[in-house]
């Protein structure tokens, strides 16, 4: 177990999944993302986070003001298989894009939700017992 499960469990809290935090994170203190992601307390993950960021010459910042990248969103994707369908926030808080812009960015999270759903087990239908 490590700390931020100790922490969720000793705390009984929900985990705000910041994606691109992650990634930007992991690409100034280089470490694996994608094992970032694989270590979560899936059970316990609220809400998911996804945004753009930017780059600069020596690191990269988390800015909400470009669309989400594609390792972003592979980022997502996998959180989504091992989460679930799980409540998702756009962050674009800066260079605010057209509607169609930010429309098309939900339609791309709601995209990998839909399949995150169609992933997951269903329940078996309940059948009447029948005596004969």
């Known amino acids: 177990m490590g700390v931020s499960d100790e922490v969720v469990q000793a705390a009984d809290c929900g ?5 691109n935090n992650i990634y930007v994170s992991s690409q100034n203190h280089e470490f694996d993302p994608m094992e970032y ?8 993950v609220a809400q998911i986070h996804i945004a ?4 600069f010459e020596k690191y990269i910042l988390d800015t909400h003001d470009h669309p989400v990248l594609d390792p972003v969103w592979r980022l997502y994707a996998r959180a989504i298989e091992r989460c679930g369908p799980t409540s998702t926030l756009l962050e674009w808080d800066d260079n605010i894009p057209t509607f169609e812009e930010v429309h098309a960015e939900a339609l791309k999270a ?19 017992e029948v005596h004969v």
């Open 52 to 55: 753009g960021h930017s780059k």
């Open 15 to 19: 985990i705000l999944l910041d994606v």
């Open 110 to 128: 709601n995209q990998f939700l839909l399949e995150g759903e169609s992933a997951q087990p269903q329940p078996l239908p309940e059948f009447e």
């Open 37 to 44: 992601v694989n270590r979560i307390p899936a059970d316990r």
